[in-house]
């Protein structure tokens, strides 16, 4: 498992990092027993750097995530969390401090780095700097030994996160990036010129740039890669980024994501070509572009957001015409097998089940219009195979 130095720490972290949000469970609440061999098997590979959040799992990421961990010698982990901080109430110390302090007791173990969850410029302007708040509380936890690190996550644009980075108060930081959406490269280089830790999540965009076959990269003598494995090296490849975070709930997953971080090879000049023209194809998912964040969900009319999305994909980029109607035809109340899920079942509607309520759209950190997305997948994917 090849390493980085995260940032200033002084921790040499495995460049692919255990996403735990994706880890399975029942009716959206991670499931400590099943979850705890994937990790493990995680751990034993050579990956050392963790990411949950208080939110995860109906709140029992972290509880699975301290349970997996148990046995293993600490020192020799990086444990990363995230407390949101988005709202005026959220905020407050002696919020943020309630909520860290579940944290701690969940994970039974002190927190390497303490994130702000989802952090835009104009909370941390607003918020965030003022007196009694959660900054300060951050602060005096690390004073206290509870955390040792200060860092945020952030979905703003890349502008205001380059301006988190210039406050100078971040150890690290997890923002999007992948071959699909580069636009927060400019952000990625400051903050590792400024000696902070960069994480990233959605390296495969969520899934949306997985197919269910392998992908030849076509190059003389190249290794037959599955899409996910090319993505991830994609954002290897950039010397910026420190840990590529990815959301892993299965463990064919994890053997196949540990085994290309173990590649000491990186991308060569053909193989970066071919890159190239995915990220030219992938461009046409512009329209609609879903990182499978699942933040829209759940849906009042129980429609499957994200899965519709990734069906759209299949019809629209990747011109798997058939196989996206089969797909879709199969989603309904009684839940639907497929191979890229922990336990294997996904449950939701079809988009044609959407009311357009618009619960969703205020959730969606991509600003996608998603009811309208959806009708435009109920009127192609419901058409006959």
């Known amino acids: 498992m090849q390493t980085k130095l995260y940032g200033q720490t002084g921790f040499r972290a495995s460049i692919l990092g255990f996403g735990a949000m994706r880890l399975p469970g029942d009716d959206g609440k991670t499931d400590p027993e099943r979850s705890a061999p994937l990790v493990r098997r995680g751990l034993d590979l050579g990956i050392n750097y963790i990411d949950t959040a208080h939110g995860y799992g109906k709140g029992n990421n972290e509880v699975a995530v301290g349970y997996a961990?148990?046995?293993?010698?600490?020192?020799?982990?990086?444990?990363?969390?995230?407390?949101?901080?988005?709202?005026?109430?959220?905020?407050?110390?002696?919020?943020?401090?309630?909520?860290?302090?579940?944290?701690?007791?969940?994970?039974?173990?002190?927190?390497?780095?303490?994130?702000?969850h989802g952090l835009r410029w104009n909370v941390y302007e607003t918020l965030l700097t003022r007196p009694n708040m959660a900054l300060e509380a951050a602060r005096k936890a690390q004073a206290e030994g509870l955390v040792r690190y200060v860092g945020f996550s952030s979905h703003d644009s890349a502008e205001n996160i380059t301006k988190l980075v210039e406050t100078g108060e971040f150890a690290g930081m997890l923002v999007q990036y992948n071959y699909l959406d580069r636009h927060t490269e400019?952000?990625?280089?400051?903050?590792?010129?400024?000696?902070?830790?960069?994480?990233?999540?959605?390296?495969?965009?969520?899934?949306?740039?997985?197919?269910?076959?392998?992908?030849?990269?076509?190059?003389?003598?190249?290794?037959?890669?599955?899409?996910?494995?090319?993505?991830?090296?994609?954002?290897?490849?950039?010397?910026?980024?420190?840990?590529?975070?990815?959301?892993?709930?299965t463990m064919e997953q994890v053997e196949e994501n540990a085994a290309a971080a173990s590649r000491l090879d990186s991308l060569d000049d053909q193989e970066r070509a071919a890159v190239h023209a995915l990220m030219e194809k992938n461009q046409k998912?512009?329209?609609?572009?879903?990182?499978?964040?699942?933040?829209?969900m759940p849906c009042p009319n129980n429609v499957n957001i994200a899965e519709n999305f990734r069906y759209m994909?299949?019809?629209?980029?990747?011109?798997m015409e058939d196989?996206?109607?089969?797909?879709?035809?199969?989603?309904?109340?009684?839940?639907?097998?497929?191979?890229?899920?922990?336990?294997?079942?996904?449950?939701?509607?079809?988009?044609?089940?959407?009311?357009?309520?618009?619960?969703?759209?205020?959730?969606?950190?991509?600003d996608i219009p998603i009811p309208d997305q959806l009708k435009d997948v109920a009127d192609t994917l419901g058409q006959p195979v």
């Open 313 to 319: 994909n299949w019809f629209r980029v990747w011109g």
């Open 285 to 296: 998912l512009a329209d609609l572009y879903c990182t499978g964040c699942e933040y829209c």
């Open 186 to 249: 400019p952000a990625i280089a400051r903050a590792a010129a400024r000696g902070m830790g960069v994480s990233i999540m959605g390296p495969v965009a969520g899934g949306r740039l997985a197919l269910p076959q392998g992908t030849l990269v076509d190059t003389e003598g190249a290794l037959e890669v599955k899409t996910p494995e090319v993505a991830l090296r994609f954002v290897w490849n950039n010397p910026a980024v420190t840990v590529a975070c990815s959301g892993m709930n």
């Open 69 to 116: 961990i148990q046995g293993y010698d600490r020192s020799k982990l990086f444990l990363v969390t995230k407390i949101p901080v988005g709202s005026e109430e959220d905020a407050q110390g002696s919020t943020w401090r309630r909520k860290l302090d579940l944290s701690l007791e969940r994970l039974g173990t002190t927190i390497d780095m303490i994130l702000f």
């Open 323 to 366: 196989q996206a109607r089969e797909a879709y035809a199969r989603l309904g109340k009684d839940g639907n097998w497929v191979p890229w899920v922990g336990g294997g079942i996904i449950h939701g509607l079809k988009a044609d089940a959407c009311t357009e309520c618009g619960e969703c759209l205020s959730k969606c950190p991509q």
